[in-house]
T-cell receptor
Framework: GQNIDQPTEMTATEGAIVQINCTYQ??????LFWYQQHAGEAPTFLSY??LDGLEEKGRFSSFLSRSKGYSYLLLKELQMKDSASYLC??????????WGAGTKLIIKP | ETGVTQTPRHLVMGMTNKKSLKCEQH?????MYWYKQSAKKPLELMFV???????ENNSVPSRFSPECPNSSHLFLHLHTLQPEDSALYLC????????????????FGPGTRLTVL
């Protein structure tokens, strides 16, 4: 079956670094997406990885290991506005996204 | 209007009512999606339309009926819903899997918060 696992909730301190992990098992693989969703709002795109390695985009970086079925999202210099849910999604062989349940990130002052 | 819009933003309905959700995308995309989002659960893909043709129906009960009159508009018609159908319903659009060369970033609307009494 298809499955995406990520932690339900994480807590971090303002200014710190946090890593949100995601493991995936899908029928075929065409890339791994990370989305951010603030409470009551639409998910918004953060990153896309299809090759192994680290993609850096400002304070956010995303890593992929296809052999391990593993990705992480790294957030640096955390700000209060980073409090949100972070959704991991794997694109399967039919180019459909298989979603994880999301990780709720709580930032404390 | 820009991006993906959805109306209404909030909807309360009884189990015997009939209502419709509307989605419109202003991005020139060819694929549109309906998702159901329940608390602490993964996004559930309900329906996919590519170039106005339905290409995916993930075993959704018949009380949910989609309609896609053109590539920019998508409707979800609701009738005789159950309380467990209460959720956030999200619409999304993308260039389409193959047409987009595999890069299939989906753009989401703000959602309709549905409560079934």
């Amino acid at each position: 079956g298809q499955n995406i696992d990520q932690p339900t909730e994480m807590t971090a301190t303002e200014g710190a670094i946090v890593q949100i992990n995601c493991t995936y098992q899908t029928s075929g693989f065409n890339g791994l997406f990370w989305y951010q969703q603030h409470a009551g709002e639409a998910p918004t795109f953060l990153s896309y990885n299809v090759l192994d390695g680290l993609e850096e985009k400002g304070r956010f970086s995303s890593f992929l290991s296809r052999s391990k079925g593993y990705s992480y999202l790294l957030l640096k210099e955390l700000q209060m506005k980073d409090s949100a849910s972070y959704l991991c999604a794997s694109m399967d062989s039919n180019y459909q996204l298989i979603w994880g349940a999301g990780t709720k990130l709580i930032i404390k002052p | 209007e820009t991006g993906v819009t959805q109306t209404p933003r909030h909807l309360v309905m009884g189990m015997t009512n009939k209502k419709s959700l509307k989605c419109e995308q202003h991005l020139g995309h060819n694929a549109m999606y309906w998702y159901k989002q329940s608390a602490k659960k993964p996004l559930e893909l309900m329906f996919v339309y590519n170039f106005k043709e339905q290409t995916e129906n993930n075993s959704v009960p018949s009380r949910f009926s989609p309609e896609c009159p053109n590539s920019s508009h998508l409707f979800l018609h609701l009738h005789t819903l159950q309380p467990e159908d209460s959720a956030l319903y999200l619409c999304a659009s993308s260039t389409g899997g193959l047409a987009g060369g595999g890069y299939n970033e989906q753009f989401f609307g703000p959602g309709t918060r549905l409560t079934v009494l």
